[in-house]
C-alpha cells in the first residue's frame, strides 16, 4: 500500500487532507474475472460499483464524494492533483482509492487500460473541472463529505480507516 500526499489545492482543484491510496496486486493470480472479482470485493465492503471506463483525459475531480478505481486490465499514467500533479502508473491488479477533491486525469494508457469504478454506498458523484473562481465553494463541499465506514479493499481494518482520521 502506497500513501500520496496532495494535501494543497493546484489552480481550482481543492485536493484532500487525506492521502491517495495505491493499493498493489490486489487481484490473485490467474483470477478468471478480474473486472467481475473487484466488482464483487468492493460490493462486499459497501463501495458498489458503477461504473466500468478508463479515466478522463482531462483533470477532473468529485466534491461530494471519495471514488474508487479498480484497474481490471491494461496500463495506463495518471495524473493526481490537479495539472503539474505528480503522474504515477497503475497496471492490472492496481485499486486507487481517492479521497473527495483529489484531481485525476489519464495522461496515456494502453489500449487494454480500464477501471471499475465505484463510491461509498449512498453517494453519487458530482464531476467538477478545474475551475479556480469555484476553489472556495467546492473547498467547502469536500471538507463536508463524510469519512467513509469502510475500506472498499480492506473491510472494516486498515486503509482509509487508518490514514484517512479527521484532526
Not at 494543497?8 to 472479482?37: F, Q, R
Not at 500533479?85 to 497503475?90: A, D, F, Q, S
Not at 494502453?110 to 453519487?124: E, H, I, N
Request: a negative charge.
Amino acid at each position: 500500500m502506497e500513501r500520496i500526499a496532495l494535501t494543497k489545492a493546484a489552480h481550482g482543484v481543492p485536493n484532500s487532507p487525506y492521502p491517495v491510496i495505491l493499493y498493489h496486486h490486489v487481484l490473485p493470480p490467474e483470477t478468471a474475472d478480474p473486472a467481475a472479482y473487484l466488482e464483487h470485493l468492493f460490493t462486499a465492503n459497501g463501495w458498489p460499483p458503477q461504473w466500468r471506463y478508463p479515466v478522463y483525459p482531462y483533470t477532473h475531480f468529485h466534491s461530494n464524494t471519495h471514488e474508487v478505481l479498480g484497474c481490471y486490465a491494461g496500463s495506463a499514467k495518471l495524473q493526481l492533483g490537479g495539472e503539474g500533479g505528480p503522474v504515477h502508473e497503475v497496471t492490472a491488479g492496481d485499486v486507487l482509492l481517492l479521497p473527495a477533491g483529489v484531481g485525476h486525469k489519464q495522461m496515456e494508457a494502453d489500449k487494454a487500460f480500464m477501471l471499475v469504478g465505484a463510491y461509498p454506498t449512498g453517494f453519487s458523484p458530482d464531476l467538477c473541472r478545474d475551475e479556480p473562481p469555484l476553489l472556495a465553494k467546492r473547498r467547502k463541499s469536500v471538507l463536508a463529505v463524510p469519512l467513509p465506514t469502510s475500506d472498499p479493499v480492506t473491510g472494516h481494518s486498515e486503509g482509509c480507516l487508518k490514514y484517512w482520521v479527521k484532526a
